[in-house]
């Protein structure tokens, strides 16, 4: 029994360990983008100089998904309502194996359908960036605030 316990405090303190060095950053927390024409595509990487970079700080590999997320009605920014539908947005490659202490760039494509009863509108919508697999996850959601021209 003496010998049971050291065992499991080891284990104990390696898993906890293991989750402080567990981490997510991005650069791509909170965006707005404005002006956006009806009909159209929009490169966030290309139109708006604002790729979505997301950086493993971990020490060890991440397997990392990448979800378009509607929000609920009390995460809303004032003034913006949920998206429409999240297939407004999409992840250029959402899924990724992020090797440690290292980052990846990637590309958010908007295009916003040709109706204009979308114009003059303000939408919220959420990239959740989380792991897959394992006991533990982490995950940041990046909310991105788009208007649409009258």
């Known amino acids: 029994m003496k010998r049971i316990i050291p065992v499991f405090i080891c284990t104990v303190l ?6 402080y060095a567990m981490g997510l ?3 791509f927390g909170r965006v707005r983008v404005d002006n956006l024409m009806a009909g159209q595509r929009y490169s966030m990487q290309r139109d708006g100089d604002a790729p979505f970079i997301i950086k493993n700080t971990s020490n060890f590999e991440l ?5 378009v997320v509607i929000p609920s009605e009390n995460e809303l920014v004032e003034g913006y309502e949920a998206i429409p539908d999240a ?9 990724f194996n992020l090797p440690p202490e290292s980052d990846l760039s990637t590309d958010i494509i908007i295009t916003v359908p040709d109706d204009d009863i979308y114009k003059g509108k303000k939408y919220q919508v959420y990239i ?12 940041l959601k990046s909310k991105l605030l788009i208007s649409i021209a009258e």
Do not use: F, P, R, Y
Request: glycine share 14%; proline share 0%.
């Open 25 to 27: 950053s991005t650069t």
């Open 63 to 67: 397997k990392l998904k990448m979800d």
């Open 14 to 19: 390696l898993m906890t360990s293991a989750v």
């Open 87 to 95: 297939g407004w947005i999409n992840v250029q490659g959402d899924s």
């Open 128 to 139: 959740w960036s989380h792991t897959e697999g394992g006991a533990i996850a982490v995950g």
